[in-house]
């Protein structure tokens, strides 16, 4: 069974190896580009997700940009009973366009944020995530003033108990992130 430990300065006991949902949601491609990792159905999806969970695993990862919300979908339908012995990570701010070579668009904004979390909350089942994060480093100065505004609302609305920002490998950015208390 796997152990558990703390996330970070968070209050949650995550267990060691989490599953990062990507490809959960099935094939998925956009002119020709696929956007997802392999292609499951709904049933091997479920059976990874309670595999996962015999296995101790209580950390869900995933986006509303992996298979368009249909991963969501999926972790939401097959964790729902279980909601209260788990925690769900998601992310969002990559919006599916036609860009190559790589066809996502990045919307740090506050409007764009809260709309994509509240349509997460719908497709996942439940009325808050452990975890929110933008899906990108901001950029600029105003992508962080409306992170700043966008979490501190998440979290007063109670729809994230936990909020951060996935920065890839924008190392500096998340160094920045950690200097501006974030």
């Known amino acids: 069974m796997l152990q558990n430990r ?8 995550v267990s060691e190896i989490g599953l990062g949902c990507w490809p959960l949601g099935g094939l998925t491609t956009i002119n020709g580009i696929s956007i997802t990792y392999g292609d ?15 296995l101790g695993v209580n950390t869900f990862d ?6 368009l919300g249909n991963s ?20 969002a701010a990559g919006i599916p366009s036609y860009n190559e070579p ?4 990045i919307d740090l904004s506050y409007h764009h944020l809260m709309a994509a979390l ?19 480093a901001p950029q600029s ?9 966008t979490f501190k609302e998440i979290k007063a609305e109670g729809k994230a108990l936990y909020c951060g920002v996935s920065i890839g490998l924008e190392y500096e950015k998340g160094i920045e992130l950690i200097k501006r208390g974030r």
């Open 6 to 13: 703390k996330l970070g300065r968070t209050n949650l006991s």
């Open 72 to 91: 969501e979908k999926r972790l939401g339908k097959a964790l729902k009973d279980h909601r209260e012995d788990i925690h769900i990570f998601t992310k």
């Open 62 to 67: 995933t986006a509303d940009s992996y298979s």
């Open 40 to 54: 499951l159905d709904q049933t091997t999806a479920s059976n990874i997700i309670k595999t996962a969970l015999e």
């Open 141 to 149: 100065e105003n992508d962080f003033l409306s992170l700043e505004k």
């Open 118 to 136: 509240d349509r997460s909350l719908k497709r996942l089942e439940t009325n808050y995530v452990d975890l929110f994060q933008a899906h990108k």
């Open 102 to 105: 790589m066809p996502m668009e």
